[in-house]
């Protein structure tokens, strides 16, 4: 039985006193949300601490935006599994374009990340997805593919969430229409031994493109970057009609 799952990307944003009132608006909105809908919020590390605390026993759940392959070791700037999962953290972004665009992230390393994540027990949420470049070469299949390919060698598909990100759609106020969207995360659960993995669909996700998306057969919920900074928006994305 697939999932949905709804994760807000908050990237570098937000401190922790920005997370806690945050909350104070968010929370509230989600009462009448349907159990069956998971609802992550992956912060900056400063903010995961606070945000575990506070939502301890809530529905909502905290991710990471990133990870180490290795336990310990001199890598600075990097963080553990153990030190995420100390703090509560259940999951953690994989493989986002910005970090395989600005840090060098590769599908080697990305693999390494997503083993690592596993056997600290964390859900990693791998990105994948095009540029335009790549798109108006006529490029996206292969290219998705052979991120999936890459990605995922030697990786649990149980513990797995997948995030299609069109690059040329994120904070570009461009969005990949839903229909293309949803060809794209079927392509990508073609190739998946686990059919059941929720696979998102990223890419300047707002309320007033939400309804459409999630009414997409093949797309299971949504890695939320901008809008997801704002309690009413992000709330509005969760309780999708």
Same mark, same amino acid.
């Given at each position: 039985?697939?999932?949905?799952?709804?994760?807000?990307?908050?990237?570098? *944003?937000?401190?922790?006193?920005?997370?806690? &009132?945050? =909350?104070?608006?968010?929370?509230?909105?989600? +009462?009448?949300?349907?159990?069956?809908?998971?609802?992550? =919020?992956?912060?900056?590390?400063?903010?995961?601490?606070?945000?575990?605390k506070t939502l301890?026993?809530?529905?909502?759940?905290?991710?990471?935006?990133?990870? *180490?392959?290795?336990?310990?070791?001199?890598?600075?700037?990097?963080?553990?599994?153990?030190?995420?999962? +100390?703090?509560?953290?259940?999951?953690?972004?994989?493989?986002?374009?910005?970090?395989?665009e600005y840090f060098?992230?590769?599908?080697?390393?990305?693999?390494?990340?997503?083993?690592?994540?596993?056997?600290?027990? !964390?859900?990693?949420?791998?990105?994948?997805? +095009?540029?335009?470049?790549?798109?108006? &070469?006529?490029?996206?299949?292969? *290219?998705?593919?052979?991120?999936?390919?890459?990605?995922?060698?030697?990786?649990?598909?149980?513990? !797995?969430?997948?995030?299609?990100?069109?690059?040329?759609?994120?904070?570009?106020?461009?969005?990949?229409?839903?229909?293309?969207? $949803?060809?794209?995360?079927?392509?990508?659960?073609?190739? =998946? &031994? $686990?059919?059941?993995?929720?696979?998102?669909?990223?890419?300047?996700?707002?309320?007033?493109?939400?309804?459409?998306?999630?009414?997409?057969?093949?797309?299971?919920?949504?890695?939320?970057?901008?809008?997801?900074?704002?309690?009413?928006?992000?709330?509005?994305?969760?309780?999708?009609?």
């Amino acid at each position: 039985m697939r999932r949905i799952v709804i994760a807000g990307n908050w990237k570098m *944003h937000k401190t922790q006193a920005d997370s806690l &009132a945050f =909350l104070n608006g968010f929370l509230p909105q989600l +009462e009448a949300t349907p159990e069956e809908r998971e609802v992550i =919020l992956c912060a900056p590390f400063t903010a995961l601490t606070t945000l575990s605390k506070t939502l301890h026993g809530s529905r909502v759940m905290i991710g990471a935006q990133n990870i *180490h392959w290795e336990s310990s070791g001199a890598y600075t700037g990097e963080i553990s599994g153990e030190m995420l999962t +100390e703090i509560g953290v259940r999951y953690v972004v994989v493989g986002h374009s910005e970090r395989r665009e600005y840090f060098g992230d590769t599908d080697e390393t990305v693999n390494l990340r997503l083993k690592a994540a596993q056997a600290a027990g !964390l859900t990693p949420i791998l990105c994948v997805g +095009e540029t335009k470049q790549q798109r108006d &070469a006529g490029d996206t299949e292969t *290219h998705v593919v052979n991120q999936i390919e890459k990605g995922l060698m030697g990786v649990d598909q149980s513990k !797995l969430i997948i995030a299609y990100e069109p690059i040329w759609a994120i904070g570009t106020g461009d969005t990949c229409a839903s229909e293309e969207a $949803n060809r794209v995360c079927w392509l990508i659960r073609s190739q =998946l &031994a $686990n059919k059941d993995v929720p696979i998102q669909y990223g890419g300047s996700v707002k309320p007033g493109n939400v309804d459409e998306i999630m009414a997409q057969p093949d797309i299971d919920g949504a890695l939320v970057g901008g809008a997801s900074l704002d309690p009413q928006n992000f709330a509005r994305i969760i309780n999708y009609q």
